[in-house]
């Protein structure tokens, strides 16, 4: 009995021993696990270093010129000459003064010629767009965030993807600029959009394919129909504004905001200085005139509404003009302009519409021409689903400011074109994750209403 019991604490003693063998074993093997993923995360880094660098640089390049834009462009100047100088002494730039952040630091903020200061703006908007850049590669090609690709889980690649990469920092830069613009002297410089939208249309019909992340292609015929009505009914309405038949509204300028009179009153008090003639203010409205001056835009709304709807409405019906409709949706190239055209369109259109129904309604204006031109030129290269995201998402980024601006300061009017940039610039990477969050949601309200739709008597 007593040898048993032995035996039996000596076979114990030896599976506790083996027992803190494994554990430490499966310890050790761990521990060389974590080393050889981490060991593989470095080395995918390095890989991806010299891009980052090269994309740093390049964005710190892109940023001077863009102190180039910001100057410039609201004060009615060429981009291209006189070249860089001096905004004091105007004295030339020598090139190793121009060099982007370095220049800076080397004068110590101070010109070479005459010792005056040069504003600090200018390397904070080169670094700026330099670590924006670095962070869109990294984001996009280390991280996967970026747009949606046709197959869950594939992955983004340079090599592949880099034409809508370029696209989007191309976006990226002109909400930067304009947003500064924007902030400093409450103006959206339409005639940017403008280009992106032109060049966000060109750039879907010609390299949009349903396979390529960020592609606009539209499958439905309907969705397309929607977009060539508009599209048509845009151009009409632009030809008869030009042509004078289209009212214009507030032809006399539109009411000042309380900074836009702040500086007409300095002007005028300038002007009177120096013994010039000052410069007329606009027209001072009352809201009953305000209501009839903003009715004139809803007319220059009614062709792209009154088209698209009929379009869509041919091609429901199945009539025969419809059926050769969506024959030629099958062409790629079609269906990426379309796409792109929808995206410009409900950009354009939800802010104008809300202008339109918020002066109404309070008698005042409540937002600029200009943000309906930064939605329509950003729907153009970003498509419809984010662009209408960008809407309801924008406030959000604004509230906190508008809140503050309201409670301590007498200015009422804030500028909401940078805030729309920023809910762009947001969902440029994170829609495609709040995409797959709504979808469903989305899917269930669409098949309601075509079940109310269908049961209605």
């Known amino acids: ?135 869109f590669y990294v984001l996009f090609f280390m991280y996967n965030v970026g747009p949606c690709g046709p197959m869950a889980g594939e992955r ?98 539109e009411p000042l905001m309380e900074i836009d009179r702040e500086e007409w009153e300095k002007e005028i008090a300038r002007a009177k200085s120096r013994g010039e003639k000052p410069p007329e203010l606009p027209p001072n409205y009352t809201r009953g005139q305000i209501r009839a001056e903003i009715s004139k835009e809803m007319l220059f709304l009614l062709p792209p509404l009154i088209l698209a709807g009929a379009w869509v409405w041919l091609t429901i019906l199945g009539h025969p003009a419809g059926q050769w409709w969506t024959g030629l949706m099958a062409h790629a190239w079609l269906r990426g302009a379309l796409g792109s055209v929808l995206g410009a369109l409900i950009g354009g259109g939800l802010i104008w519409l809300t202008r339109i129904a918020g002066t109404l309604g309070f008698g005042r204006i409540s937002m600029g021409l200009g943000d309906a031109d930064l939605l329509f030129g950003v729907g153009a290269v970003l498509g419809c689903g984010r662009i209408v995201l960008t809407f309801f998402i924008a406030p959000f980024f604004g509230l906190a400011v508008a809140i503050y601006m309201i409670l301590t300061s007498k200015r009422r009017e804030i500028p909401y074109g940078p805030y729309l940039s920023l809910a762009a610039a947001f969902l440029m990477l994170f829609y495609c994750p709040i995409a797959d969050h709504l979808r469903p949601g989305m899917i269930g309200f669409m098949q309601a209403l075509r079940d109310s739709w269908a049961n209605h008597p």
């Open 1 to 135: 009995m007593w040898c048993i019991c032995v035996a039996g604490e000596l076979a114990r003693c030896i599976r506790r021993k083996d027992g803190e063998q494994t554990r430490r074993l499966h310890e050790e093997i761990d521990l060389l696990s974590k080393i050889a993923r981490l060991a593989l995360r470095i080395s995918r880094t390095m890989n991806h270093l010299p891009y980052i660098i090269w994309f740093f640089v390049l964005g710190s390049c892109i940023g001077s010129f863009l102190n180039v834009v910001i100057w410039r462009l609201p004060r009615e100047m060429s981009l291209v000459s006189p070249g860089s100088h001096c905004p004091k002494c105007e004295r030339p730039l020598a090139w190793y003064d121009n060099i982007p952040i370095l220049g800076w630091i080397k004068l110590l903020g101070r010109c070479r010629y005459c010792g005056q200061p040069i504003s600090i703006i200018y390397p904070i908007v080169e670094t700026a767009t330099a670590c924006l850049f670095a962070l």
């Open 156 to 253: 983004l690649s340079l090599v592949q993807d880099w034409p809508i990469f370029s696209l989007y920092l191309y976006v990226l830069c002109a909400l930067l600029a304009s947003s500064l613009i924007d902030l400093e002297s409450f103006t959206i410089i339409s005639r940017m959009f403008y280009w992106m939208a032109g060049i966000g249309i060109v750039f879907h019909a010609v390299v949009d394919n349903d396979a390529m992340p960020g592609s606009l292609s539209v499958i439905h015929p309907a969705a397309a129909a929607l977009a060539a009505g508009g599209g048509v009914g845009l151009i009409l309405s632009v030809g008869l504004y030009v042509l004078g038949v289209m009212p214009q509204s507030f032809p006399l300028g």
